[in-house]
């Protein structure tokens, strides 16, 4: 997930003056529903793996109720019920519950859950809550569920500053992600399994050797150390499992890869499957590259190009105090997979859009004695050209220069 301040909600619409509507962005660092603390159930829940600490402010009711359950939806709503019921019994009717939890490891479905039975939830981005920064500052559950209250009460109130929320997905939109993923973390496993084989290769004197070859299994018997000897025997049963893991792997990326063509073929137009198409023309741009480039960011609705800058990570984190002014380097508060992907691009880019207005950008800031450094300049490249994809599947802009494929 990236930062919360960058995933934006759809715009809502308020009126000035009384006459015609004017469009307000809703980026999700602060509430654009007005506040009514006689009204509104504030609930805060405060997750771990064992249980929930659960926290309220109940409309008429002096203290500030506070409970632990185990990890249950159901128990959380009827412990709602009840706090509700209690605020009608002094006189406080309750006309909205609005409800949050910091993002983790339990994701979103509680908060789709609660959406769907007509609760108000929200999920609070843990990199947006201020924290204290002494060095051994005392930390506790209960502790937390003060903070994340405080937090949300601020947010609630429509300032800014306090929290930043995130966009809760779908079912859907959550699962069209995953084909990806698997993918990438089955070319990791690959390379690792590749890579172990290749060092313990280099410890008998043994260079050359591709065991991700189909016919390497054979090939085996054949290796010959810098002795003039055979593989020892604990060697050999050590490459042959991991080379019938190899060739799990393999099949595995194929299968997926298999399952996305078939896909986009049933269903060519509707949809992220338009943009990956549409991506795809884009000559240095394969199926893979532009599939990761829709699910993860460009089929998000984001407020502009800044947001879509920071959500990638891809904006710089300056340090200036009085006269001190320097640069950290790239900020990394967005989505690693993305930036991975897009500095990754970048480099290609460069190699098959050679005489795009981009890649000339590019070269007319590297070349020379007086150039900058290409490895901080494709950063820069990098984030144009993530903005420059953004406008081509949005609105059909297509890069100055840049060479598309004949569609199929």
């Given at each position: 997930m990236g930062r919360a301040a960058e995933v934006v909600a759809p715009s809502s619409s308020i009126r000035t003056d009384g006459g015609c509507p004017v469009v307000q962005v809703n980026d999700l660092s602060r509430s654009l529903?007005?506040?009514?603390?006689?009204?509104?159930?504030?609930?805060?829940?405060?997750?771990?793996?064992?249980?929930?600490?659960?926290?309220?402010?109940?409309p008429g009711v002096e203290r500030q109720p506070?409970?632990?359950?185990?990890?249950?939806?159901?128990?959380?709503?009827?412990?709602?019920?009840?706090?509700?019921?209690?605020?009608?019994?002094?006189g406080r009717p309750i006309s909205r519950i609005a409800l949050a939890y910091e993002a983790g490891r339990d994701g979103f479905w509680l908060a789709r859950w609660l959406i769907a039975r007509g609760i108000e939830a929200h999920v609070i981005h843990s990199a947006s809550v201020a924290?204290?920064?002494?060095?051994?500052?005392?930390?506790?559950?209960?502790?937390?569920?003060?903070?994340?209250?405080?937090?949300?009460?601020?947010?609630?109130?429509?300032?800014?500053?306090?929290?930043?929320?995130?966009?809760?997905?779908?079912?859907?939109?959550?699962?069209?992600?995953?084909?990806?993923?698997?993918r990438e973390?089955?070319?990791?496993?690959?390379?690792?399994?590749?890579?172990?084989m290749k060092s313990a290769l280099a410890r008998l004197g043994i260079r050359g050797f591709k065991p991700h070859l189909r016919k390497a299994p054979e090939r085996l018997a054949g290796l010959r150390t810098a002795e003039g000897t055979g593989l020892p025997a604990n060697i050999i049963e050590e490459f042959r499992r991991d080379m019938a893991r190899l060739a799990l792997v393999r099949e595995q990326i194929s299968?997926?890869?298999?399952?996305?063509?078939?896909?986009?073929?049933?269903?060519?137009?509707?949809?992220?499957?338009?943009?990956?198409?549409?991506l795809a023309r884009v000559i240095g741009i394969g199926i893979e590259t532009a599939d990761m480039l829709v699910r993860e960011i460009l089929s998000r609705k984001l407020r502009d190009r800044r947001a879509l800058a920071r959500y990638a990570g891809l904006t710089g984190s300056p340090d200036e105090s009085g006269l001190k002014s320097r640069e950290k380097g790239l900020a990394k508060t967005g989505n690693a997979r993305v930036r991975r992907g897009l500095i990754q691009l970048a480099w290609?880019?460069?190699?098959?859009?050679?005489d795009s207005a981009l890649a000339r950008w590019y070269r007319t800031r590297t070349e020379g004695p007086s150039g900058a450094?290409?490895?901080?300049?494709?950063?820069?490249?990098?984030?144009?050209?993530?903005?420059?994809?953004?406008?081509?599947?949005?609105t059909g802009e297509v890069p100055d220069g840049v060479e598309l494929r004949t569609a199929a």
């Open positions: 529903a007005a506040f009514d603390p006689i009204s509104t159930l504030v609930v805060v829940v405060e997750m771990s793996k064992a249980s929930w600490l659960v926290s309220s402010v109940v506070l409970k632990k359950l185990e990890p249950d939806a159901t128990a959380l709503l009827r412990l709602i019920e009840r706090w509700r019921n209690e605020a009608v019994r002094v924290v204290s920064r002494e060095r051994k500052r005392a930390k506790t559950d209960r502790l937390d569920a003060a903070m994340l209250m405080r937090v949300f009460l601020g947010w609630l109130r429509g300032e800014r500053g306090h929290c930043g929320m995130v966009a809760i997905p779908t079912m859907e939109e959550e699962d069209a992600r995953r084909p990806n993923r698997e973390s089955l070319v990791n496993e690959r390379s690792r399994i590749i890579n172990r299968s997926i890869e298999k399952t996305r063509a078939e896909r986009l073929e049933r269903a060519p137009d509707t949809g992220p499957h338009a943009m990956v198409r549409l290609r880019f460069l190699m098959f859009q050679k450094r290409k490895t901080t300049m494709i950063v820069a490249l990098a984030r144009k050209l993530l903005i420059a994809l953004w406008r081509l599947v949005t």
